[in-house]
């Protein structure tokens, strides 16, 4: 079983940052993809931003100009800074992960959220204006 904690979410802002985290634990393979969703009310669950492993990325338009993902892989531990926050980034942000690193990496699967099989609860962001 693969067990995922978020960390990070709160209050800001427009136009302020926060940096979220997901810690990968369990039975996982050593190479796997790790991918950041957010749901806003009334919403579908969107993917923001995806890395595997090996470092390589893969981002929203929506968000690629200001959100950086990063992994830290002696802590199994994945990063996203979110710079210049906007109202409509406010949402539910859960992390997700899934062995198949070599399947996620072909173009937008890894942003797809049909694709990944283990879920954190997610943390609250809130950016006001």
């Known amino acids: 079983q693969v067990q995922l904690m978020e960390a990070g979410g709160g209050s800001v802002q427009s136009g302020g940052s926060l940096r979220l985290s997901c810690v990968v634990s369990?039975?996982?393979?050593?190479?796997?993809?790790v991918g950041w969703f957010r749901q806003a009310p009334g919403k579908e669950r969107e993917g923001v931003a995806a890395?595997?492993?090996?470092?390589?990325?893969d981002y929203a338009d929506s968000v690629k100009d200001r959100f950086i993902i990063s992994l830290d892989n002696a802590r199994n531990t994945v990063y996203l800074q979110m710079n210049n926050l906007e109202p409509d980034d406010t949402a539910m942000y859960s992390c997700?992960?899934?062995?198949?690193?070599?399947?996620?990496?072909?173009?937008?699967?890894?942003?797809?959220?049909?694709?990944?099989?283990?879920w954190g609860q997610g943390t609250q962001v809130t950016v006001s204006s």
């Open positions: 369990g039975n996982i393979d050593s190479k796997y993809m």
């Open positions: 997700a992960a899934d062995s198949r690193w070599w399947y996620l990496l072909q173009p937008g699967r890894g942003l797809s959220r049909n694709e990944y099989t283990n």
């Open positions: 890395i595997n492993t090996d470092g390589r990325t």
